[in-house]
């Protein structure tokens, strides 16, 4: 037998992925392992790749009334992300799939099409109350896969030809193929773009977030992004006590210099699944560290590894949540960072008329 993760199958070779377990998720009733059954029959390695299903979605407007986040709708042309981040909060997700927040995530995704027509119908609807719209709350919408699907430059077509103000948190460089739509809409008000960055180490953000873009590209996105007139916030998320932490300034200092206007922070989370997956991703590597980070997180959230309530679940508590806002508040001041954003305009918001449709006399 071999001493890999037992939720993997015989001969499944992995490359450039976050996890190394396919645990089920919280809702299967039975779980599923590898065991021995005596023959002695070598497996063929084969790599696990991507696979890309289709859904037909019936709504694309998702709703929330969480206090504490600055959207109450969002869109996501895209459920898992191949990223593969190892901490990412939306991992559970996948368990509403039957399927596992482990390395089904990463791998097992789908895409929505016709989204972007679904959407328009639910903006032209009379009962319609436009407000800013979030994009890539939940997995990121410049993930590999829209180079084929192009989901995520319908959707913007769409909030573009609706006047909707729109923003959009993406770690992925395929936003700068967009800019055309993008630019017009900063223009008038209408945008605002969120751009993740975890660490400036090259060698550990390829270990965290295998499939995303390095640190160094980016920085080469705010720049190409604020030289198109487009306001960016740097997102340093997530903040891993004891891992990332000590980059805080140097973090902020590269954005700010890259043409960042504004940024937020987010503290590790580390939800359901996420928290075995993330334990196991420490253990194999930074066995050196993974005991003082968990115990960082820990102190943050009440001794547990993670706190769900709303205004602590992004922030922690204690002395090591109060040291890294402290830190981020006088760095964000002296380096002149907004740590928020400028309103986005709503007055423009009209649906465009269809063919067919009568035209106003005012």
Known sequence: MSDRDPTLLPGQRLRARGAASNAVGRFEPQARVRVDDGWDIAEDDRLVRTEISMERPRSALSYNRSPDLPFDRSVNPYRGCEHGCIYCFAR?????????????????????????????????????????????????????????????????????DFGHPTAITTKGTLIERD????????????????????????????????????????????????????????????????????????????????????????ALRLPREVSPLFQDWLAQHVPDRAAKVMARVREMHGGQDYDAQWGRRMRGEGVWADLIAQRFDKAAARLGLAKAMPPLRCDLFAPPLRAGDQLSLF
Request: aromatic share 4%; hydrophobic share 45%.
């Open 92 to 160: 559970p997700s996948h368990a509403y799939l039957n399927l596992s927040p482990g390395l089904d995530f990463e791998t097992k995704l789908i895409a929505r099409p016709g989204i972007a027509d679904v959407l328009a119908g639910e903006l032209r609807a009379k009962t319609y109350r436009v407000a800013t719209v979030a994009l890539g709350t939940n997995t990121d919408p410049y993930q590999p896969c829209e180079t084929e699907h192009l989901l995520m430059r319908q959707v913007l077509q769409v909030l573009s």
């Open 179 to 266: 800019i055309d739509i993008l630019a017009p809409m900063a223009a008038k008000g209408l945008l605002r773009v969120g751009i993740s960055v975890t660490t400036l180490d090259a060698g550990l953000s390829r270990r965290l977030e295998p499939r995303a873009p390095t640190p160094a590209r980016r920085l080469e996105v705010i720049r190409r992004l604020a030289a198109a007139g487009i306001p960016v916030r740097a997102m340093i998320a997530p903040v891993i006590p004891g891992l990332t932490d000590p980059e805080l300034e140097p973090l902020l200092t590269a954005c700010r210099d890259a043409g960042a206007q504004g940024a937020s922070w987010i």
